[in-house]
């Protein structure tokens, strides 16, 4: 088990490569299953995420290969059925994702019910809703999810709530059924714009990935490709946050500006200089931020994924700020560690009330999950004195190579191994004769 040690107060400078998107990768790395072919996919990122996708489409039967540890050759000629085990699906919630591609590719699909960060009810019922339009069966069974189709034939699927990974799913199951599958409600996000891209590459014919109408038309085949992933919106806003919260000066490259709208917007709004350029941004922060109002929203609205990190960089605002949170119903678990380093936090439902303070001092601290985890980097970067954070194993779930990036622009940060604690043996117990 490994710990972060951060010694706070280190301005950030210099420049920052973001690796591939994470959402797009596991999208990605389940439609190439739908190919009875070879495909090469570059641009990966090197995270734990991505290394359990991989391990789930092994165990269908696909061989993959590591062309280099940002490049991945799947072959998936090779698939067939089989259940995916809870052992797999309870560490990634994009397991699901295998539904619907495995759907499209043999008709049927076995999948144990996903696991991933918990903060609310995240319930399958659209997948489910949008399986069934298109003349799937669905049978849960002792938390397995048992899909069958014969022929999926093209409907109309409309969400009653926007959902990434409902619009993931009937996309890739919807590829290869007969006719027109038109998506109503659909999510707008960067990766969903990615895997329509890449699947279109093999031979796919959908229009509309990006607007919330997505028109699929069936086709009989899907063919190998080779394909680039998007930049990391999310990684890229992380860094951006940790750069104006330093009072730094990062240059972020290999990131698409305008899929950082909506985060520039807010930091911008916070007193700090945004620089933008065709393929990265420039980010520099002026001593304490002003306060800021924040609501989370879908695709192009702020993305939940950043609010904990902008909630840490509020703490240390010039006045009092509010985040609301709109897509999930308990993403402020994180506010308890906050306040270990001396954060002003109240959560009122869905909304947290952030009274800015001069400074947070180090203390030690956990990642509840990934995105909160990274938050509390960001809070051990700007903290007075030394901060622990512990469970990062969540972090390691979605940015690659965190410690040497950080590192290079001039933080204090190491991981460190922390011994298993040594537990006393229950001693003998000798019975008392006579």
């Known amino acids: ?168 799913n009937v996309m890739l199951a919807a590829v290869k059924a007969r006719g027109q599958t038109i998506i109503e409600n659909a999510a707008k996000e960067p990766h969903i714009v990615d895997l329509a891209n890449f699947l279109n590459f093999m031979g796919a014919d959908i229009r509309g990935a990006g607007t919330d109408i997505i028109k699929i038309r069936g086709v009989d085949k899907l063919v190998g490709c080779t394909y680039s992933i998007i930049p990391d919106q999310i990684e890229a806003g992380t860094f951006m946050v940790a750069a104006a919260a330093t009072g730094g000066d990062v240059l972020i490259k290999n990131v698409t500006p305008k899929h950082l709208d909506s985060i520039s917007a807010k930091l911008i709004e916070c007193g700090v200089t945004i620089e933008e350029h065709d393929d990265c941004v420039r980010v520099i922060g002026r001593g304490r931020p002003m306060k800021c109002n924040i609501k989370t929203m879908p695709h192009p609205g702020f993305p939940t994924d950043m609010q904990p990190q902008m909630a840490t960089y509020l703490t240390i605002a010039e006045g009092t700020s509010i985040i609301s949170e709109s897509v999930w119903d308990n993403r402020f678990t994180y506010v308890d560690q906050l306040m270990r380093l001396g954060a002003s936090v109240q959560v009122e439902g869905k909304a947290a009330i952030i009274t800015g303070i001069p400074e947070l001092k180090g203390a030690p601290v956990r990642a509840d999950d990934l995105r909160a985890g990274a938050a509390m980097v960001i809070a051990g970067l700007i903290a007075r004195g030394e901060t622990e954070i512990e469970d990062i194993h969540h972090i390691d779930r979605g940015y690659e190579d965190l410690v040497e990036k950080l590192t290079a622009l001039g933080a204090s940060i190491e991981r460190v191994s922390i011994p298993d604690p040594v537990i006393d043996p229950i001693p003998a117990v000798t019975a008392n004769v006579g």
């Open 1 to 168: 088990m490994d710990k972060f040690v951060i010694r706070g107060g280190k301005r950030l400078c210099g420049e920052v490569e973001i690796s591939g998107a994470k959402n797009a990768a596991l999208a990605i790395l389940a439609a190439a299953v739908l190919a009875d072919d070879v495909s090469r996919i570059e641009n990966v990122p090197n995270i734990r995420d991505v290394r359990i996708m991989v391990q789930i489409i092994k165990e269908i039967g696909a061989t993959v290969r590591y062309i280099n540890k940002n490049t991945i050759e799947i072959d998936a000629r090779t698939v067939q059925f089989t259940t995916i085990p809870d052992a797999l699906t309870k560490r990634l919630r994009a397991s699901y994702y295998l539904i619907g591609a495995m759907l499209g590719r043999l008709g049927k699909a076995r999948v144990a019910m996903p696991g991933g960060c918990n903060f609310g009810t995240r319930p399958i019922d659209q997948h489910i809703k949008g399986f069934e339009a298109l003349g799937v069966r669905i049978v849960t069974d002792s938390a397995v999810i048992d899909a069958k189709a014969g022929q999926m034939i093209g409907s109309e699927v409309y969400f009653d709530v926007v959902t990434v990974g409902a619009t993931v």
